[in-house]
Structures are given as C-alpha cells and as structure tokens.
C-alpha cells in the first residue's frame, strides 16, 4: 500500500516537473508568439522590414523566414528584446534613424490625396483640392507619404 | 489643551539625522518687502500647464488671475502683486526635469493695490461641497508639501472613496526645512480653520494633525488654539522623529497603523493627507479672499549670513530672498531649492521661489561624499529604507536596464527618500540611479502606448478598405445582376444608343 502511494507521489511529482519544465523553456503556441513579437514592435506600419505591415513581419519572424534586425525604426532595444524572446542571437542593425514626424509644407500643397491614401495609420487628414495635414500625434515617422507627393512638398522633421 | 496621544504604527527603516532646524527657528517669521521683479512659472503644480491670460504690457493687480488652468488637472496662477507684464518667456526654474520653463514677469509698481474679490454672503460652511472645491481652485491651491498636488482636485478623487480621516501633515521631516514647524507655532488658529474648511469640502467629521516629536513649541501653541476652538473633530498626534515620516504613505502607516498598497494612495486606506501649510492657504482663500500669492519659505544653512524663515510673494527671484537674509557667507558653495535629501541643486539664484518653494539651503558643500565604489552586498540600504525595497537588487536591475524585473521588485513604490543613499558604504547614487530608471520606464511606457495606438489606427484603416472593397464588389456584382435580368433586348438598346453616339461623332 505504501510503495504504492510512494510510486504515484513520485510520478505526479515528476510530471510535474517536467511541465513546469516544459512550460517555462520550450516555445510557447506559435500564433501566441506572433502576438507577443508583435506586441514588441513600434507599430510604425513602416514597412521598411519589406513585409506590409508590423504583424506580417512579426508573423515572419515567428515561422523564421525573416531575420529579427529588419525594423529600423524599434532600433537596436526591439531587436536586443526580440532576440531575448524568442532566444536568437542578437544581430547589430544596419542603420537606426531619429524619431521623426512628416510635416506638409502647406504653401506647396495641391491636394492630391497621394500621401493622405499612402498614410498606414491615417495620420493625414485633406480632401481632394484642398491643402492637407499630418496629425503629428499619430504620426509614426515611416516615411511611406514622402515617396508619393507629385510636387516633394512633405519633408521629415526630427523630433526633440 | 488636548494631550498628544501615542497609539502609533511603527515605520519601516528610515533615519535619525541631525536636525539643524534650530538655526532658521531663533526668529519668528520675517514677511518680505515686495521685490522689483516677479517671475511667475505658468506651471507650478502637478498637472498640465496653465494657460497666460495676460499678454505682455499689462496692467494687473495683487490677485489678479494671470494664467487660468485649462485641463483637468492643474491650478490657475495669480499676479502676486501688482504691476506691469513685461514679458512671457522661459527663465530657469527649479524643477527636476528640464531647468526652463516658460514664466510671466511682472514689473511691480510697489503700490501692491489688490484685486477684489467678494466676500460671499455666508460663511463657507452654507457652501455644497462642489461649489467650495470650485472655489479652491480658482483659489490656485495647491498642496505645500512639495509635491504642488492641485488640492481640489485631490480632495475630489478622494470623494469617490470612502475618506475616513483627513491628516494635516506637520511632520517636516527633511534637516533644515522648519517652514511648517514656524507655521503652526505662529499661525495655529488658521490651519485649525483650514482644517475645518477641508473635513467640510470632503463631508467628513475626523482630522488628524499630526507633529514631530522634535517640535514642542509647535505642538504646544496648536494644543492651545484647539483648547480655545473646542472642536472634537480635530485631534493632534504627536509622531517620533525619524526621517522620512512625513511622507504621505508613511505617515498614514503612523498615524492609522494602516499600509497604503503598493502602487496605491493614501485614500485607499480611507485617509487624505494635507500640509499644514495647505490647510492655512485654504483658510486665507476661502475666509479672508486672497489666493495664494505667498508662502513661508526657510532660506538656512551655513552659506546665509542670518538663517530665517521669510514670508515672500510667490515669484520671488531666489536671489532676493537670500539677500534679506543678509546674503550669502564666503563659505558657500552650494544652492539647493528644497532640503539636502529631497531637494534639488541648482546653478542659478535667478530661479524664481514658487509654490512648492519650501526650504533655500546654501551650504558650504555639496551632500555628496566620497568616490563610488562597488555593491557589497552589505544590505543596509534595505534595512533603511522606509518602503521595505530591496535598493541593492533595484540598484543591479537598473544598472542593467532590466525593466521587468524593476517592475518585480517594485520601483514604482520608491519616494526618493534617499535614506539609501546615506548609508550605503560604497557611496553609490541609489536615489539618482532610482530616478533616472523611473523616467526610462515612464518613457517605455508611453513608447508603447504610441505603438497601441498606431496598431490600433492601422488594424481601423485595413477594416476601412477591406469594407470598401467589398462594398465595390457588391456593387459590381449587382450591376451586372440587373443588366442580366433586363435581358438581351435591353443590351441591345444600350448597344445601339452607343453606336448612334458614335455615329454622330
């Protein structure tokens, strides 16, 4: 009777270790991490990474097609966390630009609606042939506005 | 007279350290001759900023609003004497993050004519609670204790609880700074009336002052003026004198025996704490009608020739102040705005004394002593320190930039007491250290504040265009549904119209 309770105590207690284990080093459910990558990133919606967005690319970390030093804008903390969370070497970042805002210069400004359509997050506000804005709060500085302005009117101001 | 009582909690840690009040105590209160210059920071309280409502070349009166409060949280700014606005513009000031901040200057004419304000018909107590809080903070109240809480505001987060007692905190604590200590022995009738002003505001019947055990003559003329007021709601307790006790947690844990959860306040244990100070700039407002325009300040420490506690007007460039006390010895080295474990050393005397102005300390040194050196591991910063942390752990996380384990180990709950400081052998900065890892998870936290909501506008924008295109298709889809219902005769219309229009061309 004793050795009995003896050998299930030892074994509850051995599962239990190993789950304890287990839960603590493997790698947690796949889409949790892809949430948890993301969750580190600036959500610039930069797509400077070449994926089209912060969750793609954090989805492509994840399944390892992409390496965890594409986004310029988290700088060289979000690659030092990324490679903390899913335990890879942490690679140095090609380049790492000063948080910045678009800023319109409204005297240029023919109302195109290019940048306001090009804006991830919706942080230009205009309507068509009229003069347009960027909402520097919400502005996350991914420069995806500059490229499609017919007359360059949309420039980078550092901020700080 | 009421007997001190001695039903207290214990205190954590903490620190016996030489007073050196009785310098600045000798005199009674000086009040100041009006300055030639007034510097007004639009920003003098915990909040957002107040808003000019005077531009440059006006004329304004001692009282007059000058910058009104604009968000939720703030207190508005008044002239504190009257004069011409020279100017709008930054000048150094004594903060603990940036040294400018944008300031209204007042030339003073030395009339100090007064805005009148008048008198409500009743006394305060016929006032709702709602419109007395609406009146202390067109008063600019804040709190005097240092942290420039705005007081209504305080008063009206705390009314969503269940307050039990209101605490008047003349513990003073800090070496140098005896303001308070001053305060109540000279003005004890007043704070008494503010008391009763602030239990009114919050509808509540118990208020505790509470004293240091080093302050007798304190306790003595605030046990007469009760004696002469008999009201049972008020009571006074004396506290041992030991820093920091006259932190606003840790005297609640004085004076009630009850801890204020971590990341909590004081109103979670039933408990609102106000500076005696406060209590009597209540009383000025809301009896006598005059907004704060001025406070006791301590100018002491051995770089002022004659150490004093002054009444000066709120703006008060620093400079003058420590010039009527009759300037500085040739030993001075060092200023500091507030005392030598809180305070701050600045590089100017130009800086203006503001609300929360409580101590000028010029000394012949700086605090800091000695080169640093490594962690031992001795522990005796833990023992100290008031809110049971662990320095030695906090000082290693924040070295290493570790924020969830600063987390783990609750920096969030450290006050800046520096008691750690003081005792630890290697002389290592823990308080510096502690608040610089403070900024940096603040800054991490609004980092990710900013991305939540940019992922947020983001995910809302591909809604948006998913919703769009699909509206699209569905329109497509039913246009095309209704030139095939019309059948092949309608197409044929179409087609010959088209070709007439063509035709014709």
Redesign the interface.
Known sequence: MSTAIIIVALIALGAGIALGYAARRLPPDSSDLVEEV?NL?????CAQCGYP??RPYAAAVVDGSADINLCPPGGDDTVRRLADLLGREALPLAEQPLPAVAVIDESLCIGCLHCRNAC????IVGAHQFMHTVIER?C?GCELCIAPCPVDCISMRPLA | MSAPTYDLGKLHGGLRLPAHKSASTSLPIRTMPLPAQLVLPITQHVGDAAQPVVGAGDKVLKGQLIANVEGALGAPVHASSSGTVVAIESWPVSRRYGDKAPCIVIECDGDDRAFDYPRPAGSYAELAPEALLEQLVRGGIVGLGGAVFPTAQKIMQARSGDIEYLILNGVECEPYISCDDVLMREHAAEILSGAGILMHALQIDACIIAVESDKPEALRSLGDAMGELNDPRISLKQVPTIYPSGGEDQLVQLVTNLEVPSGGLPTDVGCLVQNVGTAAAVHDWIVNREPLLSRITTVTGDGVVEPMNVRARIGTPIADIVAFAGGYTDAAEVLIVGGPMTGKSITTDRVPMVKATNCILVTSRAPAIGEELACIRCGDCAVVCPVQLQPQQLFWHARADNEKKLREFGLIDCIECGCCDLVCPSHIPLTADFRTAKARMQELADEKARAERARHRFEARNDRLQRDEEQRAAELLQQKDQAKQAGPAAIAEILKRKRQQSDED
Not at chain 1, 120 to 123: E, M, N, S
Request: proline share 14%; hydrophobic share 20%.
């Open positions: 993301n990133l600036p959500q610039t919606q967005g912060c991830p997050v919706d942080a919400e996350t």
